[in-house]
């Protein structure tokens, strides 16, 4: 997902509206995940860095943590990074900030996969469920009580 930004480096202050689209894929301590993205952006050439912001959507093959059905987990973020030219950071003609987070990029060509792959990650929440009114399985039988009603907690 690159974007070459000649155009926006001509004059501080232009602005571009992008979409993007792509799996991103990434190893994480739970497995490979591969997530399907569409991103809206707007890159703004702010005269120290290229600023990105938008939203990302983001789906992806999850598995339930109440009822374990596999389903389609739909992930949404708003995007806001900063990317500096690491040559103009080299020789010191521009320093971002000493607590702000950034990304580089060389020459006029912005990698915006890493940065999608970062926020995306982070909306992943760490429990899934299918559904917020999800039953889960049955403690008794283990029967998903989405689908059949079982008679066990009857009594309760
Ligand atoms: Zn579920
Ligand atoms: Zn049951």
Redesign the pocket.
Known sequence: MIEDIKDLKKQIGLKRAIHLAGNIGTETDDGYINVYVEADLELTNTGRCILVTGKVKGQTDSV?V??L?DFKLNIECDINEHFYQTEEITDRSIKPAKDEDYFLYKGTRIDLTEALRQNILAAIPLKT???PD?K?LCCSCGCNR?IQKCSCGESD
Do not use: E
């Open positions: 339930c109440r009822c059905s469920i299918c559904k999800c889960g989405n």
